[in-house]
């Protein structure tokens, strides 16, 4: 089992950014998957989420600005993000399960090592 997330770099406030993360050893389109972050000197934060059903779930203050997806075909999961705001700069973190379990307890390949996300002008 191993996520590989991608699309992270430098936005401008305001910017849109889409972030991939594609799955191997297991069939993503069975699995519910997490985008979660992590600001400098901040506790992991949990972003948005999609159940195996393709329902959607968001943390408030990321509402109507990210959308998650997926495509089963290319067996990947994506966060996009509009309107990024300064706060939204983060190391993003795709993982198995909705809520995943925790970084510390997961098994082996439940999170991937993250991607960067730096909103700056």
């Known amino acids: 089992v191993q996520l590989v997330e991608s699309g992270g770099g430098l936005v401008q406030p305001g910017g849109s950014l889409r972030l991939s993360c594609a799955a191997s050893?297991?069939?993503?389109?069975?699995?519910?998957m997490s985008w979660a972050r992590q600001a400098p000197g901040k506790g992991l934060e949990w972003v948005s989420g999609?159940?195996?059903?393709?329902?959607?779930s968001y943390a408030d203050s990321m509402k109507g600005r990210f959308t998650i997806s997926r495509d089963n075909a290319k067996n990947t999961v994506y966060l996009q993000m509009n309107s990024l705001k300064p706060e939204d700069t983060a190391v993003y973190y795709c993982?198995?399960?909705?809520?995943?379990?925790?970084?510390?307890?997961?098994?082996?390949?439940?999170w991937g090592q993250g991607t960067q996300v730096t909103v700056s002008s």
């Open positions: 993982a198995i399960g909705l809520p995943p379990p925790s970084r510390v307890a997961a098994p082996p390949g439940y």
């Open positions: 050893g297991f069939t993503l389109s069975y699995s519910a």
């Open positions: 999609i159940y195996s059903d393709g329902s959607t």
